[in-house]
């Protein structure tokens, strides 16, 4: 069965930074790409980041660019969410994802597994 857990969600300050961690078990890691994804009150829930299998491909949602940096450890089953310069709209349930497509998607749907979440707030 595949278990994926995020960690290191909370409350900050705008400006300051969080680290996101998603560590998965129950799965071939390293044949798996991983996604972030994000779902604000009264709001859908959103593409964030995804890495490739490899960890060498990242893509970030516009909101995003040039705050947040993804990467994982395959030999920790580990993909990790840097958020720096964080915004009151970054507030948000963060989840992880797998999929076993290559360089991963921006599409929920190509996903087959999900964690339970972790809630970053961030206050102005």
């Known amino acids: 069965q595949v278990h994926l857990v995020e960690s290191g969600g909370g409350l900050v300050q705008a400006g300051g930074s969080l680290r996101l961690s998603c560590v998965a078990s129950?799965?071939?890691?390293?044949?798996?790409?991983m996604g972030w994804f994000r779902q604000a009150p009264g709001k859908e829930r959103e593409f964030v980041s995804r890495?490739?299998?490899?960890?060498?491909?990242?893509y970030y949602a516009d909101s995003v660019t040039g705050r947040f940096t993804i990467s994982r450890d395959n030999a920790k089953n580990t993909v990790l969410l840097q958020m720096n310069n964080l915004e009151p709209e970054d507030t948000a349930v963060y989840y992880c994802?797998?999929?076993?497509?290559?360089?991963?998607?921006?599409?929920?749907?190509?996903?087959?597994?999900w964690g339970q979440g972790t809630q970053v707030t961030v206050s102005s």
């Open positions: 994802a797998a999929t076993t497509t290559v360089y991963g998607s921006d599409l929920q749907g190509d996903y087959s597994s």
């Open positions: 129950g799965l071939a890691f390293g044949l798996h790409a």
């Open positions: 890495i490739s299998r490899s960890g060498y491909t990242t």
